[in-house]
């Protein structure tokens, strides 16, 4: 009969193996798992890069373009981007002195400039005298005519110059026969006129589009400064008074939200922490402050700071938006206070002796910082749009000051004509009012 020993290992107990529930997902902080989320929504990053790239756009434009916004290039008025800014180099200008223009009809006595524009004619049949007229549009059926240049009551003067702020471009030239009691007769004449844009050597030099020392003669061509989105009606560079317009509408855009979102937190979460009779009124104030009329307190703002007609407002406006502009955040912060104060931890907490500065400080407000980031984000573009607004109807910043309102305002004047004047800050408010409202 066989024997088997024994071996110690055969009488050890068998080790169990469970598969016991892990966190697959490590643990993030809240600015971790906010930015996970912010990654996955692409609307959301598309906005940040635009928020970041106006933020460029604001503080480090100015080092790169270092135009002054307040500095005026008469040459280039009112100029949309990408116009020709070659100059031909002329002799000064001299007077006219007219005497026989070859050729018939309404014609050009000589090519037309920048200098003058130099007219002549031949009597209209029937007219005692002629009317000329000027437009920058042509001439339809409605005989619009455009702004008179000259008048003659006989036909001794059959030429004439016009000086008055030419500028490169087309103009329609009508002329108008008179009848003998001085009214516009059927009879009339109209010329197509390309102007040229001309400057002397002394004003180029002047000017500094040319060095002393290069020479220069009468027929030769040099290049205006360069306005890479133009220039407004005063000549002012577009690109340099947007930067400066961003610099004010994102400081109230910023600032002021800022302000009264943080004194909203605590407002609201006071209230909603102590409770009872306290927070009745506290919310009562809230709801008093919220039937305020801000265009009127605006005013009146006005008025005590002593801020007179055409001065700008920018510290009324400042003063109004987070004296009125505050109970939306108390109301949502006090709504979160009120169901966070009742959670076990913070029942806990007290227990051992927390204090209630404590509790605000340490648990509570952490945990409505999702409601005030949306709440602020909310509310940039709202200050924004708020100061274009007020700026737009010349009670926010005043001119010369620029913003995105101001420079609005004075573009929707001339955005017929001249339509990049309010195109590039009406863009510029819509895309930063888009950017914040969907990162929010």
Not at 81 to 105: C, F, K, M, N, Q
Not at 208 to 224: R, T
Not at 309 to 322: D, H, I, N, R, T
Request: overall charge neutral; glycine content about 8%; hydrophobic content about 50%.
């Amino acid at each position: 009969m066989a024997t088997h020993s024994k071996a110690v290992l055969d009488f050890s107990p068998v080790g169990k193996e469970r598969d016991v529930q892990t966190l697959s997902r490590p643990s993030l902080s809240y600015w971790q798992d906010a930015w996970l989320r912010l990654k996955a929504n692409r609307r959301a990053l598309v906005s940040l890069f635009l928020v970041i790239g106006l933020l460029l756009f604001t503080l480090v434009g100015p080092w790169l373009w270092r135009v002054n916004p307040a500095a005026q290039d008469l040459d280039q008025v009112s100029q949309p981007p990408g116009v020709d800014r070659s100059a031909l180099i002329v002799a000064p200008y001299t007077p006219w002195l007219a005497g026989e223009v070859p050729g018939t009809g309404f014609r050009l006595a000589e090519p037309a400039t920048t200098q003058s524009v130099r007219l002549a004619w031949d009597a209209l049949p029937g007219a005692q005298g002629h009317r000329v007229y000027r437009n920058i549009f042509p001439v339809g059926a409605e005989r619009a005519y455009g702004i008179p240049r000259a008048e003659f009551f006989d036909n001794s003067t059959l030429t004439f110059e016009d000086r008055l702020d030419v500028k490169p471009g087309i103009y329609y030239y009508t002329l108008v026969g008179l009848n003998d009691d001085g009214s516009l007769s059927s009879e009339t004449s109209s010329l197509t006129v390309e102007v040229q844009r001309v400057t002397t050597v002394a004003e180029a030099r002047e000017r500094g589009l040319v060095a002393s020392d290069v020479a220069l003669a009468p027929g030769d061509s040099v290049e205006l400064a360069l306005h890479p989105l133009g220039t407004d009606y005063l000549g002012r560079d577009m690109l340099a008074r947007l930067m400066a317009g961003a610099r004010v509408s994102l400081f109230i855009g910023i600032g002021a939200p800022l302000c009264f979102v943080i004194f909203g937190v605590f407002f609201g979460s006071v209230a909603g922490f102590i409770g009872g009779k306290t927070d009745q009124v506290m919310m009562r104030f809230a709801d008093f402050v919220v039937a305020l009329p801000f265009l009127l307190f605006m005013i009146l703002f006005k008025i005590a700071f002593g801020i007179g007609p055409g001065e700008s407002g920018v510290m009324p406006m400042l003063v109004a938006l987070v004296l009125l502009m505050w109970p939306a955040t108390a109301r949502l912060v006090r709504g979160q206070i009120l169901q966070i104060r009742e959670q076990g931890y913070i029942s806990a907490s007290q227990l051992l002796g927390a204090k209630t500065h404590y509790l605000i400080l340490r648990h509570m407000l952490p945990n409505t910082l999702g409601v005030v980031l949306v709440t602020l984000t909310f509310a940039i573009p709202s200050a924004i749009f708020t100061e274009a607004f007020l700026s737009f109807i010349g009670m926010g910043v005043a001119p010369p000051t620029p913003s995105w309102g101001s420079m609005s305002n004075e573009g929707i004047k001339t955005m017929l004509t001249t339509p990049h004047e309010l195109i590039f800050p009406a863009m510029l408010i819509s895309i930063t009012v888009l950017a914040f409202n969907l990162l929010g």
